[in-house]
Each structure stands twice: as C-alpha cells, then as structure tokens.
T-cell receptor, first 115, second 114 residues
Framework: EADIYQTPRYLVIGTGKKITLECSQTMGHDKMYWYQQDPGMELHLIHYSYGVNSTEKGDLSSESTVSRIRTEHFPLTLESARPSHTSQYLC??????????????FGPGTRLLVL | GENVEQHPSTLSVQEGDSAVIKCTYS??????FPWYKQELGKRPQLIIDIRSNVGEKKDQRIAVTLNKTAKHFSLHITETQPEDSAVYFC?????????????FGSGTQLTVLP
C-alpha cells in the first residue's frame, strides 16, 4: 500500500547522542518535508526537498541536517541531541495535482525525548 | 515571509451546532488554500481545499469560503459531531513556477461537546 513511513515511532535518548530519524514514502513523490510539532501545536517546517540531491532549510532554524540520495528516502540527523530537541517530528511528501492543488501526505511521526 | 493567523485558537461547540474557523494571510500572491485536520495522536490530513479563482467549495458538512480581496478564507463545519473534534490548520500557499511557499497557521482546537 502506498504510504509514508517513519521510524522509530518513539525514541528516548541521552544528551549528546547522534540520532537519525528515518522517513520513506512509496508514493513516488518528488517533494518531501520535515516538520517539528509539539503535540496539537503549530507545524514548523525545518527542511524540505524537491527531489534527489535537493535539500533546503525551512522557516524554523534547526540544528538538524537532511539528505536526499533516493527519491523515496529522506532521513533527518541530529549530530548531538539536546533536551531542547524534544518534540514530535513529522515527515511529509507531496505531488502537484490539477492546477495549484497539492496535497501533503504526512507520516505517523516520531516522538523524540532527549534526557 | 507569509504571516498567517488563525482564529479562534480554541473553539467549543455543542453537537449539532456550526463551527467557523478563519484564516488570515498576508501574501496577496497566495493562490491555493487548503485546510488540514489533525485528530489527537494522529497525522494531519487534508480535508478540503480551494483555488484562488473559486469563492466557495462544499463537501458534505464542510465548506471553505475565500475572500481574496480581504486575504482570508474560512472553514465552515455544519451539524458538528464528536468526531469533528480535532486541531484544524490552514495552509495558504503561493505557487511560482515549480517553487512553492506554504505556511501553516497555528491551529484551532475544536471540541464538539455531546
């Protein structure tokens, strides 16, 4: 089934550790995004990509990095986790539709807790 | 960048009543206006959208209206049901060629009381 997947779903980690949040989509979409969201709160765009080898920073300053080596895969890495990184991270992908329509499809999210 | 404001931030209605959420944006070049719904613990999902050349769109109990002159669009939910309880986000979007600028609003927590 075409979908967007994120692993892990939950992660508890100590300060200073390096972590990678995985995101994969099987919908063949070129565009992918990472958002940071505290539960029920505003969605903040931290990274996006328009295709392979394309990555851009979003509106919210982030100490994370991303890569896009394959169309279906868009991992996010934190080199040194801190308690301020505690949040939920949502991955999304999109494909243009008719006219200006473009639906964003979100993954289930990764809830990160940094101790 | 685009300034997006959603009002109200929280809204409680009795089951069966109507709910209206308003989204105001600053970029007059925005040309696509979606609304997303996020239920507790779940991922956001698109529920309705409208393009800039259309004033209103309906889909069963939900509708979106657009006032491009005033730069705002609204989500209308009629005959509300408990399953409508969620956080709703607007996301005014500007397309320029292949580039796209989307900004999510801060969200509105809707609670439908039985």
């Amino acid at each position: 089934e075409a979908d967007i997947y994120q692993t892990p779903r939950y992660l508890v980690i100590g300060t200073g550790k390096k972590i990678t949040l995985e995101c994969s989509q099987t919908m063949g979409h070129d565009k992918m995004y990472w958002y940071q969201q505290d539960p029920g709160m505003e969605l903040h765009l931290i990274h996006y990509s328009y295709g392979v080898n394309s990555t851009e920073k979003g509106d919210l300053s982030s100490e994370s990095t991303v890569s896009r080596i394959r169309t279906e895969h868009f991992p996010l890495t934190l080199e040194s986790a801190r308690p301020s990184h505690t949040s939920q991270y949502l991955c999304a992908s999109s494909e243009p539709g008719q006219g200006y329509q473009e639906t964003q499809y979100f993954g289930p999210g990764t809830r990160l807790l940094v101790l | 960048g685009e300034n997006v404001e959603q009002h109200p931030s929280t809204l409680s209605v009795q089951e069966g009543d109507s709910a209206v959420i308003k989204c105001t944006y600053s970029d007059s070049a925005s040309n696509y206006f979606p609304w997303y719904k996020q239920e507790l613990g779940k991922r956001p999902q698109l529920i309705i959208d409208i393009r800039s050349n259309v004033g209103e769109k309906k889909d069963q109990r939900i509708a979106v209206t657009l006032n491009k002159t005033a730069k705002h669009f609204s989500l209308h939910i009629t005959e509300t049901q408990p399953e409508d309880s969620a956080v709703y986000f607007c996301a005014p979007t500007r397309y320029s060629g292949s580039a796209r600028q989307l900004t999510f609003g801060s969200g509105t927590q809707l609670t439908v009381l039985p």
